[in-house]
């Protein structure tokens, strides 16, 4: 069956740490994945799509098919960064959320 | 350009009771529309989704029904509302055929007593 798994429901850094956000999918064929994005009192926006290879507000994801794996990345956070992030994998006409991980960024 | 709006915002609903949710966008024709509940720890559900006027394709089986009476307009709905059905509901829309970018509403707050 096709599923997204985020593992951290929280993650908390300092600002100007790195952050990695973990993402993992099953699907059999070659996937579509995305992140999404949250800020608070805003509403969810696509943040980016794997298959535009784009940097967005400083984040990066790369699709590892080896590993399954769609990980969020960026090398220094920042405190707008703060926010509610979901992986999607996309599924004809639809898309499967991970359970969200809160990222937290402290002064 | 391109909206979409929910309403109502919050609701309180006893046991038992009907649920009318309703979504509509503005701005498109003949767009994909999304019903979703939001849950701590549980991330977001797909519940229904529609593709055209009449087409409702039901992802999770339970108290809720959705229709789409009109190509805009995406309505959830339960006959007898359960305790477990308190949560945060959210609509979304996106073009047809790029199901991948999907643009929200700003949801509603159903607390079921």
């Known amino acids: 069956a096709q599923r997204v798994t985020q593992p951290e429901k929280l993650l908390s850094v300092f600002k100007g740490a790195p952050v990695e956000l973990k993402c993992n999918y099953s699907y059999s064929g070659s996937p579509e994945l995305f992140w999404y994005v949250q800020y608070s009192r805003q509403r969810l926006q696509l943040l980016l799509r794997?298959?535009s290879r784009e940097s967005i507000k400083g984040f990066t994801a790369d699709l590892n098919k080896g590993e399954t794996s769609f990980h969020l990345k960026k090398p220094f956070a920042q405190e707008e960064d703060s926010a509610m992030y979901y992986c999607a994998l996309k599924k004809t006409d639809k898309l499967i959320f991970g359970t969200g991980t809160r990222l937290q960024v402290f002064p | 350009s391109q909206t979409i709006h929910q309403w109502p915002a919050t609701l309180v609903q006893p046991v038992g009771s009907p649920l009318s949710l309703e979504c509509t966008v503005e701005g498109t024709s003949n767009p994909n529309l999304y019903w979703y509940r939001q849950a701590a720890g549980r991330g977001l559900q797909l519940l229904f989704y529609s593709v055209g006027i009449g087409q409702i394709s039901s992802e999770v089986p339970q108290n809720l029904s959705a229709s789409r009476p009109q190509d805009r307009q995406f309505i959830l709905s339960s006959k007898k509302l359960l305790l477990s059905d308190s949560g945060f509901y959210l609509c979304?829309?996106?073009?047809?055929?790029?199901?991948?970018?999907?643009?929200f509403g700003p949801g509603t707050r159903l607390t079921v007593t």
């Open positions: 794997h298959i």
């Open positions: 979304a829309w996106s073009y047809s055929g790029s199901s991948y970018e999907q643009y």
